[in-house]
């Protein structure tokens, strides 16, 4: 079991910055590959980026290539998400998840999810 808790979210004007926190615990939580996903309202769940279990995969989408980089520190057992660039079209709850191992950018194969964080970027 492994549990992971969102924070960082906020409101920003757009073209700033946010750094989302994804703080994991439990058994082997190191070993797991992270996902960050975001759900704006009326829109389904839609994968923005993941990294595996050591950082040597990384996968974005293409949506916010070039303005988002996701990190993980495992002596710390967290991920991060960098949000440089924000668009108002980037306002959506973010959600953090847990896999095994390697990376996936759809959202069914993840098993363990947190409870969200809101961004809102104003135009």
């Known amino acids: 079991q492994v549990q992971l808790v969102e924070s960082g979210g906020g409101l920003v ?22 996902g960050w996903f975001r ?26 290539k070039g303005r988002f980089t996701i ?3 495992n002596a710390k057992n967290t991920v991060f998400l960098q949000m440089n660039s924000l668009k108002p079209e980037d306002t959506a709850v973010y959600y953090c998840a847990a896999r095994p191992f390697t990376i996936q950018t ?3 194969e993840y098993r363990y999810w947190g409870q969200g964080t809101q961004v809102t970027v104003s135009s």
Not at 41 to 48: A, D, I, L, Q, Y
């Open 106 to 108: 759809i959202a069914t």
């Open 13 to 34: 004007q757009a073209g700033g910055s946010l750094r989302l926190s994804c703080a994991a615990s439990g058994r082997d939580s190191r070993s797991y590959a992270m």
């Open 71 to 73: 990190f993980r520190d």
């Open 39 to 64: 759900q704006a309202p009326g829109k389904e769940r839609e994968f923005v980026a993941a990294i595996s279990w050591n950082g040597g995969g990384i996968s974005y989408a293409d949506s916010v």
